[in-house]
């Protein structure tokens, strides 16, 4: 079982200054070979000195995973502030050193999209996205609830802030309809639209090449949503919560487990 987040003690010598300002603060979670975690430390704040950016912020997380075994366990995230804007990327490799070169090169397109949102990103996307564990349906739990009150933007911005988080969906409301509404990454032109009735397309100028669902979303409560879920073996479902009348995502985590996004 994977131990829980700790700190990395932070020492002189554990200390990997990115600027005269900036620190990369490190926590670890699993057995994490000391070589390894000084290893991704300095390439990635190697990284971080040239970026055009300004990176206000930065903080890695490295992860073992090794029950159930995985081919790549060895998981990499990193979370900065650059111009004022979170970014977050997280990557799998079957050591570190491996995870580390594959982040620089997430990093970098993101950066890149950062200083040209009018530019989405590639698709299909590379085939280095993070595997989830392989765990059986029936044995995922919800072990992560996120709730936080929901962004009220165009789908545009959203999808933005979908690529610089590295997220698989995001959860915002609509600024076009007031509907709670999902982008994520799919279908022919890389960038889906899905609301809880609407089916338009964006109002307006957009940048991004959006296809909007058409098939109804459906109520559900979470314990329903986690049964559909096991059935369709899908990485998300966005889903009208039957209590409260607002959308919800129910996404796998890379554990095998679910995380569930609601608003406040």
């Known amino acids: 079982m994977t131990k829980p987040v700790v700190p990395l003690p932070i020492t002189t010598d554990e200390r990997h200054s990115v600027s005269s300002t900036l620190t990369l603060a490190v926590d670890i979670s699993g057995d994490v070979v000391p070589g390894a975690c000084e290893y991704v430390r300095r ?5 971080l000195r040239r970026v055009p950016a300004q990176v206000e912020s930065a903080k890695l997380k490295l992860t073992v995973y090794r029950k159930p075994a995985v081919p790549r366990p060895a998981l990499v995230q990193v979370n900065l502030v650059a111009d004022g804007q979170p970014v977050r990327a997280q990557l799998t490799g079957a050591f570190f050193q491996e995870a580390a070169t594959l ?7 993101q950066l890149v999209r950062l200083q040209n949102p009018a530019v989405p990103r590639p ?14 349906a029936g044995q995922r739990e919800v072990v992560r609830r996120k709730q936080y009150p929901l962004r009220t ?11 610089l988080m590295d ?14 509404a999902v982008v994520y990454r799919g279908g022919p032109t890389g960038y889906r639209l899905a609301r809880l ?3 338009s397309p964006p109002a307006g100028t957009v ?17 329903a949503a986690c049964e559909r879920l096991d059935a369709l073996e899908l990485p998300f479902l966005f889903f009208r919560d039957a209590e409260t009348d607002r959308g919800v995502v129910l ?11 609601t608003a406040t």
């Open 153 to 163: 933007c165009r789908p545009d911005d959203a999808a933005l802030t979908m690529d």
């Open 43 to 47: 390439r990635i704040g190697a990284f």
């Open 103 to 109: 982040l620089r090169k997430r990093l970098n397109e």
């Open 251 to 261: 996404y796998q985590r890379y554990d095998g487990h679910y995380g569930l996004v």
């Open 197 to 199: 009735a609407g089916l």
């Open 207 to 223: 940048t991004t090449p959006w296809v909007v669902n058409v098939h109804p979303v459906p109520r559900l409560d979470a314990r």
């Open 123 to 136: 698709w299909p996307p590379p085939r280095d996205e993070p595997p989830s564990v392989p765990r059986p």
């Open 167 to 180: 997220y698989r969906v995001h959860l915002f409301v609509d600024a076009d309809t007031g509907e709670d």
